[in-house]
């Protein structure tokens, strides 16, 4: 599986963006998919993940209610839907992709896409 992310950029706090990664191979479909990012001098942490299936979603506390993961089976897409963005939000953006979700949630995915800039101004 191959990852694509895109959709980052620079907003005032408060404002929204939408994230998004296109997959490509035959095997997306059967994918847990997750979002993660990593600010300047702090490690990867977990965002979001969907299931292949888009039935169950996981969530770090530090953006439950504010950001929203969703995916689109028919175009090979996920989104990371990112609602009264804080100053703390600014990171990278990355998604990921494995058959596992607590492999994704624990950031040991083997299919990492590039990273995403969003920068949330005070």
């Known amino acids: 599986v191959q990852l694509q992310a895109s959709g980052g950029g620079l907003v005032q706090a408060g404002g929204s963006l939408r994230l998004s990664c296109a997959a490509s191979?035959?095997?997306?479909?059967?994918?847990?998919m997750g979002w993660f990012r990593q600010a300047p001098g702090k490690e990867r942490e977990f965002v979001a993940a969907?299931?292949?299936?888009?039935?169950?979603?996981r969530y770090a506390d530090s953006v439950k209610g504010r950001f929203t993961i969703s995916r689109d089976a028919a175009k090979n897409m996920v989104y990371l839907q990112m609602n009264s963005l804080k100053p703390e939000d600014t990171a990278v953006y990355y998604c990921?992709?494995?058959?596992?979700?607590?492999?994704?949630?624990?950031?040991?995915?083997?299919?990492w896409g590039l990273g995403t800039q969003v920068t949330v101004s005070s």
């Open positions: 191979g035959r095997t997306f479909r059967s994918y847990v």
């Open positions: 990921a992709a494995d058959p596992s979700l607590i492999t994704v949630m624990n950031g040991r995915s083997t299919n």
């Open positions: 969907i299931t292949w299936s888009g039935s169950s979603t």
